[in-house]
């Protein structure tokens, strides 16, 4: 800017709903359908629906964490089976045998970490014989099987409703399906079960066997005329999958509860206390140390630096910042000496309130004698200083494009700074104890998941803890 030369005088999840950050309200609907978790997956260049995967309900994923099946992957089908464009149909194409199984598994493999895997098909025709199989497989399983024929497959079939676990004898399960019906897959990770559904019902328990697998959804056609078509969460699920993810997260939170830990009164005593005096409630510090046994002279000392902080919060807060400055250079000698930072900050907004209330001539002198020389310390000060400097080229700056320096929020933002920086001038750490700690524990528990650590960390949410009344 023209004005800042004149100063210085040199011139932006298929399948699986988390519900670990969404309280009980959070859904408008039972059947919410959920959306893939990571976007960045390598989509083939015949998928073209996974662009456009509904995100109503985002508050209830763990975003950007795994990657989750959301189509079929044309790579891993079977040559007698026809994929669609949208990569969720599959029909089972004539050939010369007309009774080989084919095989189909889907773009990537489920993660553990999700907690809880759900899928959908919706039997488009049953074909001549209605030989239709759902379930999950391993990578090295034969394209020319149906689901459950082979070793670490589970599958359950439509024309006898049998359950297959990797053998091609089935053993009694649920009832046959056929045209029309929904019949979904669900893959709980914490339980360590898959079942399955017919029309939005669980059918039971289909094994307990799932344990260090990397599981596919997969699906398998043996007849002509066969045809499904998969949702993998680009619509509402037929099954209540959304209560399924409350159910277990309950039953998660509770385990934790019940876990036996080492009771120290004193340490959360003084993480509580120095959250408060952080913060400055110096009249909930007061009842909280009388109920704890914890006030003192010491504690006495601590309330007057909050009255002395809030008195300059409030002066702040009212831009009188030439009477800031002074309570600062009074209670604390030496602190803008040592803080720059802070003392160019708040001479940057003693010049924007000048703007506000002081004639031009006067704010254009008071920038070039106190602000002009900070634009020669950092290259973040000189582009600061001709942003705010730019409001002397409006008329009227509340209609200008940096009219936002003028609003309320611009010295919030001071107050917070020169608040931080005030505890760390008297040796208290500029973030609260208890803040970092539950900072790290949600670092932690987002790497428990990203590591595949434990499938019980999906539903875990530091916020539950806090907020959730015991009773």
């Known amino acids: 800017m023209y004005l800042q030369s004149s100063f210085s005088n040199n011139s932006g999840r298929g399948g699986v709903v988390d519900t670990s950050s969404s309280s009980s309200s959070s859904s408008s609907s039972s059947n919410s359908s959920p959306t893939r978790v990571n ?42 089976l026809e994929l669609s464009s949208s990569s969720l149909r599959v029909t089972y194409k004539n050939n010369k045998t007309d009774n080989e199984a084919g095989l189909i598994r889907a773009n990537c493999c489920i993660p553990p970490s999700c907690g809880i895997y759900y899928f959908e098909i919706t039997v488009i025709s049953k074909g001549r014989d209605g030989y239709i199989g759902i379930g999950v497989c ?32 089935g053993i009694s399960y649920g009832p046959t399906y056929t045209t029309g019906d929904v019949v979904g897959c669900c893959i709980n990770f914490v339980q360590g079960v898959i079942f399955f559904t017919k029309n939005g019902v669980p059918l039971g328990d ?46 998660v939170i509770k385990t934790i509860k019940n876990t036996k830990t080492v009771e120290d009164d004193s340490i959360s005593t003084q993480l509580v206390l120095s ?29 007057d630096d909050i009255k002395n902080r809030q008195r300059i919060s409030e002066l702040l ?46 704010t254009m002198a008071f920038g070039q004698n106190h602000l002009s020389n900070f634009s020669f310390e950092s290259k973040e000060y000189e582009s600061n200083l001709n942003e705010i400097f730019s409001l002397i080229a ?41 803040e970092k700690i ?27 803890f806090i907020d959730v009344d015991d009773n």
């Open 438 to 464: 539950v900072k790290q524990a949600k670092v932690a528990i987002d790497q428990v998941v990203h590591q595949n650590a434990s499938p019980a960390a999906a539903f875990i949410n530091v916020k539950d």
């Open 275 to 303: 959250y408060l005096i952080h913060h400055g409630y110096s009249e909930t510090v007061k009842l909280f140390a009388k109920a704890t046994g914890t006030d003192g002279d010491s504690l006495n000392s601590q309330l």
């Open 39 to 80: 976007n960045n997956s390598n989509n083939n260049s015949n998928n073209n629906s996974n662009n456009n995967i509904p995100n109503n309900s985002s508050t209830l994923y763990r975003q950007n964490l795994y990657e989750l099946p959301t189509y079929w992957s044309s790579k891993e089908k079977c040559p007698h």
């Open 206 to 251: 289909a094994t307990k066997d799932i344990k260090g697998l990397s599981l596919y959804p997969c699906v398998g056609l043996r007849t002509p005329g066969e045809s499904l078509e998969a949702n993998f969460g680009q619509r509402p699920f037929a099954f209540d999958v959304v209560q399924l993810f409350k159910e277990e997260k309950q039953r």
């Open 138 to 169: 391993t990578s090295t399983m034969l394209l020319s099987r149906l689901p459950g024929w082979e070793r670490n497959s589970f599958g359950y079939h439509g024309d006898d409703g049998n359950l297959f676990k990797g053998s091609g004898t």
């Open 394 to 434: 409006y008329s009227d700056p509340y209609t200008s494009p940096v009219s936002f320096l003028l609003e309320k929020s611009k010295r919030d933002q001071i107050i917070n700074d020169l608040n931080c920086a005030l505890l760390v001038y008297c040796h208290k750490p500029a973030t609260p104890v208890l």
């Open 317 to 362: 807060s009212k831009g009188n910042i030439d009477e800031v400055i002074k309570e600062l250079d009074n209670i604390y000698p030496n602190f803008l000496t040592q803080n720059r930072d802070i003392q160019f900050k708040l001479l940057c907004q003693k010049f924007i309130e000048m703007i506000k209330t002081s004639p031009i001539e006067e």
